[in-house]
Nanobody
Framework: QVQLQESGGGLVQTGESLRLSCVTS????????MAWFRQAPGKGREIVAA????????YYTDSVKGRFIISRDSAKSTVNLQMNNLKPEDTAVYYC???????????????????WGQGTQVTVSS
C-alpha cells in the first residue's frame, strides 16, 4: 500500500519557522517528482514547491521564494519543506504529493501528481 505521511504542522506566530516532513512507503519514488501543495479555507489547492527525483530541479511559487526550501532524502524516502519567516497568508493545510516523470524535459508544476498524503495543518497567527 502506497502511503505519503506528512508531519510537522502546527501553530506558530508571524516570522517563525516550521519544518514539514513527508515519509513515503509502499513503492519506490526514485523516478518521481515530489511536491508540497496547500489549500487555505475557501481557496483552491495550489502548488507551493516541487523537486525532481535527483534534486537537480526545484520549483517554488512566487509567494514563498526566499522563505521556503524543499529538499528530499532518497535514502530515507522523505521530502521536507523548511518554512521560514512564516506569514498569516501561509495558513493552510499542506499536502505532500508525488508525480511520475516520464520525459527528459518536464515542468514540475505541470506534472500529474497522483499520490497524495492526508495533509497537515499549518496556522500562522498575526
Amino acid at each position: 500500500q502506497v502511503q505519503l505521511q506528512e508531519s510537522g504542522g502546527g501553530l506558530v506566530q508571524t516570522g517563525e519557522s516550521l519544518r514539514l516532513s513527508c515519509v513515503t512507503s509502499g513503492r519506490s519514488f526514485s523516478s518521481y517528482a515530489m511536491a508540497w501543495f496547500r489549500q487555505a479555507p475557501g481557496k483552491g489547492r495550489e502548488i507551493v514547491a516541487a523537486i525532481a527525483w535527483s534534486a537537480e530541479k526545484a520549483y517554488y511559487t512566487d509567494s514563498v521564494k526566499g522563505r521556503f526550501i524543499i529538499s528530499r532524502d532518497s535514502a530515507k524516502s522523505t521530502v521536507n519543506l523548511q518554512m521560514n519567516n512564516l506569514k498569516p497568508e501561509d495558513t493552510a493545510v499542506y499536502y505532500c504529493a508525488a508525480g511520475p516523470v516520464r520525459s527528459v524535459f518536464f515542468d514540475l508544476p505541470s506534472l500529474n501528481y497522483d499520490y497524495w498524503g492526508q495533509g497537515t495543518q499549518v496556522t500562522v497567527s498575526s
